[in-house]
């Protein structure tokens, strides 16, 4: 790697510059906002600052030499990357975790950088107690906050930190991504409209996901083709499709360990070991319910896009389903706009159910059950569900 490969952000325009540049000088704010959409280049650009920080053959990195190598991977004692476990940061991480963290010399280099994930998910009290670190900042001590959207935050936050605005990537960005993740030249312009400025989403078409947002788009026409059993059929899917995708998570992670030990020979840090461990166990946690949601998300796309392909038979642009525009017409055909706003409607709500973790296996059953109840014809005498929620919320 050079010096040019690890400040690669691609999309940000001038990011990179003003890091480095900052990193250069050696006069670097100690607190920076990372602004925009989650996952677009933040993480990338906390350990190229990390390693710019404390590389000791170039000022502002190599990019080539081991504590560089060691910061790009996550895995330099004196980076730490802290995410919420659940929905929230909680008061205790930022008590017994962040502060500390913050307050003790480098273990290894000159500069700590503390990079927050998720940052806009600190509760009242946790923002609180991290409110009195960012008052008295530890000399060489970096904090980098992402946010999303910075109304969940305090202003007394915002307000003590240097703001970078990250940007969502563009289609050709993401078409050049899909071709360097090895995704079938046939399938890039699918995955690159389907990240919807993400290269994150990416990952999950990467490793196989088409086939299943191509089993998750045609439930529809599988329920009113096949009828009702078909919903169960589809929860039990979904069910599996988690397992597969926590034993994929748990096989990555042990590689991840076990890459450490490159890294460190015998002596790994512990607390590096601690982080990496941690994060495992947080993305191991997630990820039932993150394939659930993709679920979900790969629903609601394929909903926005038969309600696009109803309203404007003609015309393709716009979709994100690029590849299945008949299927689209002869979905939005068969159901019609009233009824693909509330399949819309009934999607969003099972996407929060889903985000406060309350039952997730049946919570999907029930959604699935209503989509089957959408999909009978009109004359049934059976009420069509989602009917006394007024305005569809569906972007
Ligand atoms: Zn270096």
Redesign the pocket.
């Known amino acids: 790697m050079s010096t040019a490969a690890l400040w690669r952000l691609p999309e940000q325009e001038g990011i990179a510059e003003v890091l480095r540049a900052a990193a250069v000088a050696g006069q670097v704010s100690h607190a920076w906002a990372f602004l925009g959409p989650p996952g677009v280049g933040q993480r990338e650009a906390g350990r190229a600052l990390a390693?710019a920080l404390n590389?000791a053959?170039?000022p502002g990195?190599?990019?080539?030499?081991d504590?560089?190598h060691r910061c790009v991977r996550g895995a330099f004692p004196s980076l730490w990357e802290f995410a919420p476990v659940g929905a929230a940061h909680r008061v205790a991480d930022v008590r017994e975790q962040w502060l500390p963290a913050a307050s003790h010399s480098a273990m290894e280099g000159d500069w700590k950088v503390l990079h927050v994930a998720d940052a806009d998910r600190l509760n009242e009290a946790a923002a609180n107690a991290f409110l009195k670190g960012l008052e008295e900042p530890p000399p060489r001590t970096v904090w980098l906050l992402d946010v999303a959207d910075p109304g969940e935050l305090p202003d007394t936050i915002v307000s003590r930190c240097r703001v970078l605005r990250f940007s969502p990537w563009g289609l050709e960005a993401l078409r050049a991504e899909a071709a360097r993740l090895g995704i079938a030249e046939a399938d890039r312009e699918l995955a690159a409209r389907l990240a919807q400025g993400s290269p994150r989403a990416l990952g999950r078409f990467a490793a196989g996901g088409l086939d299943d947002v191509r089993r998750h788009r045609d439930l529809l026409r599988r329920l009113r083709e096949e009828g009702q059993g078909v919903a169960l059929l589809a929860a039990r899917e979904a069910d599996d499709e988690a397992k597969r995708r926590i034993a994929a998570q748990k096989a990555a992670g042990k590689d991840e360990l076990a890459g450490l030990g490159e890294l460190y020979g015998d002596a790994v840090p512990r607390h590096v070991v601690k982080q990496v461990e941690e994060r495992l166990v947080r993305e191991e946690r997630e990820s039932r319910a993150a394939a659930l949601q993709a679920v979900l998300d790969d629903l609601l796309s394929w909903v926005r896009d038969a309600l696009l392909a109803g309203a404007a038979p003609q015309s393709a642009a716009g979709l994100l389903h690029v590849d299945a525009v008949d299927a689209l017409r002869a979905d939005a055909a068969a159901l019609g706009p009233a009824k693909l706003l509330r399949a819309g409607d009934l999607l969003v709500r099972a996407k929060e159910d889903l985000e406060l973790n309350l039952q997730q296996g049946l919570a999907l059953e029930a959604l699935f059950l209503d989509l089957a109840a959408l999909t009978l014809p009109s004359s049934s005498a059976r009420p069509v569900p989602g009917e006394r929620r007024a305005g569809a919320r569906l972007r």
Request: with cysteine.
């Open positions: 390693a590389c053959v170039e990195g190599c990019g080539a030499c504590v560089c």
